[in-house]
C-alpha cells in the first residue's frame, strides 16, 4: 500500500486554505506540491469536513469493512452447514 504524503487533517487543513483564501485551486496545489487531480480527489472524498469529522468517516470505514468480513464468514459457514445437512 502507498504510503500517505499527507495526513487527513493537513488534507482538511489544504482544501479549508483553499476555500476561505483568495488562491485558485491551481495555486493551492503548487504550494503544497499536489496535482490538481488529487486535489479535486481529496475535494470530493473530504468536501467541507472537519477533522474530527474525517477521523470518525474512518472509524466507520474499518467498522463497515470488519462487518463485512463477519458476514462473509457467516454465509461460508452457512453453505458448509447446508452441504453437511443435504450429505447426511
Known sequence: MKQARFTEAQIVDILAQAAKDDISARDVCRIHG????????????????????VKRLRELEAENA?????????????????????GK
Open 34 to 53: 499536489i496535482s490538481e487531480q488529487t486535489y479535486y480527489r481529496w475535494k470530493r472524498r473530504y468536501g467541507d469536513m472537519s477533522v474530527s469529522e
Open 66 to 86: 470488519r462487518l463485512k468480513r463477519l458476514l462473509a464468514e457467516r454465509d461460508l459457514e452457512i453453505d458448509v452447514i447446508k452441504d453437511v445437512l443435504r
